[in-house]
């Protein structure tokens, strides 16, 4: 990897991201366009998501990166691009844009699984902890997001056995579900944190489904749960039935929101050591948006210190849909010798893992 | 499998379920008669079953793979008897965003889509499909009304009782 200088595009869901890592390990610049932080005030809908956006935002992404940079074309070695798992439209957008690059600049192009840079952004350099060394496998990852929810295992370089997932929601999506009942604004996730902190009492308390004998998911049952809960605490509120405009006093949403997130929390931590310990985990790599959740690290890591086992999760904006992780995973794909051709075609549904 | 003119009428149905395992047979039994081109429109609230159907639908058409919500990716697509394209349009406001997510696709023609929130499309929801709405009704229970716009559709209606 030494010597390598990856630039990396990254179009596969909301975010346009264009990185420029070197290493596969030291960013030099990474730009994200975020349709979610765009949209936001809209109260929680994407109005254009994926393809078109991506269009629009791809070229100005690509100029900020290089004005970041401080570096020129001729020092880049490859051209890196997730070509899935996403939705086709959008992927094909960043794949296109980056063999157009590598063609026009004679580069190598090389095409990165998303769910892999999810895990490799946890091998980027952390700007607020610059002597944090790289993880040692075998390394178990838990990646939680919007989209995904997935326990892994990483025994050598380049090699990710799947353990298990989401069997329905993601654990971002039930942020986001159960935040939307609560009343709580877009985007769930940070929303339900806040509300969850307020809390006092710490009673409320959702059902967990552990899914035994697996490394497997289940987050739709807390949508009913909710749904319950809400319906019980505006009864309780004396809030008519038939009125549906009343919000729930605020103190009553912060332990509601404290007991789903506690739910989510044990779950995801629990299963996530017991796998660890299982497969004999030198670290332990948190990734994806959920990562973002301060109860989640503050569970995870405590529950690894006591077991001895590292603990590593990337920057809150590595966490995140991100280019730089494109660069991270694509400079070892780069490096192992790896390379695309000019038919390199998007893969929808492309799992972790497989070749 | 039913001959493709089905009579029209009568062209709604109503099948109540107790629990997800019901409701995940109910989309089993109907993926037993589905065709390429075909369009399930499923309409209901946060936590009515959406997806538990397009579960038991998946496991229906033979998809080994797990059928999750793709509310966050927006479709998922899967291989299965002929292939499944679940569309959920949860984070879109309408047929503009949907349209330009690329999730209306000319290789949907080649399988069955499935399409969660799919109301939200308005005018650009298919003519011809199959309507499911889902009904909370309590914890557990849920009202599924089956209605086929057009005769095709109708041969859901014979096996989802």
Request: aromatic share 6%.
């Amino acid at each position: 990897m030494s010597g390598s200088l990856v630039l990396a595009v990254e179009s596969s869901c909301d975010e346009t991201g264009v990185a420029l890592v070197a290493d596969g390990r030291r960013i030099l610049a990474s730009v994200v366009a975020s349709q979610v932080a765009l949209h936001a005030p809209t109260g929680g809908i994407v109005p254009e998501v994926a393809a078109r956006a991506h269009l629009r935002w791809i070229v100005p992404t690509l100029a900020e990166a290089w004005s970041d940079a401080g570096v020129s074309w001729s020092d880049v070695d490859a051209v890196a691009v997730t070509s899935g798992p996403g939705l086709a439209g959008s992927l094909l957008v960043g794949i296109n844009f980056a063999k157009a690059l590598a063609y026009v600049h004679e580069l190598p192009l090389v095409g990165v699984n998303h769910l892999e840079g999810h895990l490799y952004a946890a091998w980027l350099e952390d700007a607020t902890d610059p002597a944090r060394e790289e993880p040692e496998l075998p390394a178990l990852a838990l990646i939680v997001s919007g989209g995904h929810t997935f326990l892994s295992v990483t025994r050598r370089g380049l090699r990710h056995e799947h353990l298990g997932g989401t069997v329905d929601d993601a654990a971002g999506e039930a942020f986001d579900k159960v935040g939307r009942l609560l009343g709580l604004p877009y985007p769930g996730g940070p929303a339900i944190a806040r509300a969850a902190e307020s809390a006092v009492r710490h009673e409320v308390r959702f059902p967990r489904a552990w899914l035994p004998g697996t490394d497997d998911f289940s987050f739709s049952g807390l949508k009913t749960a909710a749904l319950r809960v809400v319906a019980e605490a505006r009864t309780v509120a004396g809030i008519d039935l038939a009125d549906r405009e009343t919000p729930l006093p605020g103190p009553v949403v912060a332990e509601l929101a404290w007991g789903f997130q506690d739910a989510v929390v044990d779950v995801l931590a629990t299963k996530t050591i017991r796998a660890a310990e299982r497969v004999g985990a030198a670290t332990i790599v948190l990734g994806g948006g959920v990562a973002a959740n301060t109860a989640l690290r503050a569970r995870l890591a405590g529950e690894a210190e006591a077991l001895g086992i590292p603990f590593v999760v990337p920057a809150p904006d590595l966490c995140t849909d991100n280019g730089a992780m494109i660069g991270a995973a694509g400079a070892r794909r780069f490096t192992a010798g790896e390379r695309a051709g000019l038919d390199l075609d998007a893969r929808p549904t492309w799992p972790l893992g497989a070749p | 499998m039913y001959p493709r003119d089905v009579p029209a009428a009568p062209d709604d149905l109503v099948v109540e379920t107790h629990d997800s395992s019901e409701t995940r047979a109910l989309g089993a039994r109907l993926a037993t008669v589905a065709r390429p081109g075909d369009v399930l429109a499923l309409h209901g609230d946060l936590g009515a079953g959406k997806t538990e159907l397009a579960k038991g639908f998946g496991r229906g058409l033979g998809v080994t793979d797990t059928v999750a919500s793709p509310s966050f990716i927006l479709m998922a697509e899967h291989a299965g008897r002929v292939p499944f394209f679940h569309i959920d349009l949860y984070r879109l406001d309408g047929a503009d965003a949907a349209v330009g997510a690329g999730l209306l696709d000319e290789r949907e023609s080649e399988g069955v889509t499935l399409i969660e929130w799919a109301e939200r499309l308005g005018d650009e929801l298919p003519a011809a499909r199959l309507d499911v709405t889902i009904d909370v009704v309590d914890d557990t229970d849920r009202r599924i009304r089956l209605h086929a716009t057009d005769a095709d559709h109708g041969r859901y209606l014979r096996v989802a009782r």
